[in-house]
């Protein structure tokens, strides 16, 4: 009968997972002694740190720093989602539209 006060092999330091960092917008996560630096410079350099746009169309939701990106991206991955524009009439007659018919003969 032996007296196990200690069993080493576990190492002291507690885990970092007890600390997760998850980025709100693409839910990137991020763990470690730098996770909160890590995170800050994840959303400065892919989120613009600033309020996204995000595609709402169901299933999708890829957030955007730009309404510019998000546009070509719902041209791109949804175009049936996006109407086309309507080509309007142009009801009013051209004032200043006169073509000079020039009868050189
Ligand atoms: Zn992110
Ligand atoms: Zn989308």
């Given at each position: 009968?032996?007296?196990?006060?200690?069993?080493?092999?576990?190492?002291?330091?507690n885990?970092?997972?007890?600390?997760?960092?998850?980025?709100?917008?693409?839910?990137e996560?991020?763990?470690?002694?730098?996770?909160?630096?890590?995170?800050?410079?994840?959303?400065?350099?892919?989120?613009?740190?600033?309020?996204?746009?995000?595609?709402?169309?169901?299933?999708?939701?890829?957030?955007?720093?730009?309404?510019?990106?998000?546009?070509?991206?719902l041209?791109?991955?949804?175009?049936?989602?996006?109407?086309?524009?309507?080509?309007?009439?142009?009801?009013?007659?051209?004032?200043?539209?006169?073509?000079?018919?020039?009868?050189?003969?």
């Amino acid at each position: 009968m032996g007296q196990d006060t200690s069993s080493a092999g576990t190492s002291p330091h507690n885990s970092a997972e007890a600390s997760v960092l998850i980025c709100n917008i693409c839910s990137e996560r991020f763990i470690g002694d730098y996770r909160k630096r890590n995170l800050s410079r994840h959303r400065l350099s892919l989120h613009g740190n600033s309020e996204p746009v995000v595609c709402e169309v169901l299933g999708c939701q890829r957030s955007y720093k730009r309404s510019d990106a998000l546009k070509v991206h719902l041209r791109k991955a949804h175009p049936n989602t996006v109407s086309p524009p309507v080509p309007r009439k142009n009801a009013a007659g051209d004032s200043r539209g006169k073509k000079r018919q020039c009868a050189s003969v």
